[in-house]
């Protein structure tokens, strides 16, 4: 599974953003999706995830309130929506996919990665 993760950009504090992903060619994209971020000097961390069928999520304390993830399967794509946002949430973002998981969880056994896309808040 190739994920492809779009929708990065520069944006002020206190703005939003929402980025999406989904899967090049004709991929379905089963399990659980989740969003990660990496921030120069500093490892990655995981952000939000959703379960297969949307019912579950989970949210690293950092973004609960501020951000959502959710999924349109029809689509074949998974969003984080960003709200509130603050400088220290600059990073790479990235979609990965755990294919064999049910519920939605940092810890789901993520198997595939996308690229990354940028997000830049100024201060």
């Known amino acids: 599974v190739q994920l492809q993760a779009s929708g990065g950009g520069l944006v002020q504090a206190g703005g939003s953003l929402s980025v999406s992903c989904a899967p090049s060619?004709?991929?379905?994209?089963?399990?659980?999706m989740g969003w990660f971020r990496q921030a120069p000097g500093r490892e990655r961390e995981f952000v939000a995830a959703?379960?297969?069928?949307?019912?579950?999520?989970d949210y690293t304390a950092s973004v609960k309130g501020r951000f959502t993830i959710s999924r349109d399967n029809a689509k074949n794509t998974v969003y984080l929506q960003m709200n509130s946002l603050k400088p220290e949430d600059t990073a790479v973002y990235y979609c990965?996919?755990?294919?064999?998981?049910?519920?939605?969880?940092?810890?789901?056994?993520?198997?595939?990665w996308g690229q990354g896309t940028q997000v830049t808040v100024s201060s």
């Open positions: 959703i379960s297969r069928s949307g019912s579950t999520t």
């Open positions: 060619g004709r991929t379905f994209v089963s399990g659980v």
């Open positions: 990965a996919n755990a294919p064999k998981a049910i519920v939605a969880s940092r810890f789901a056994g993520y198997e595939y």
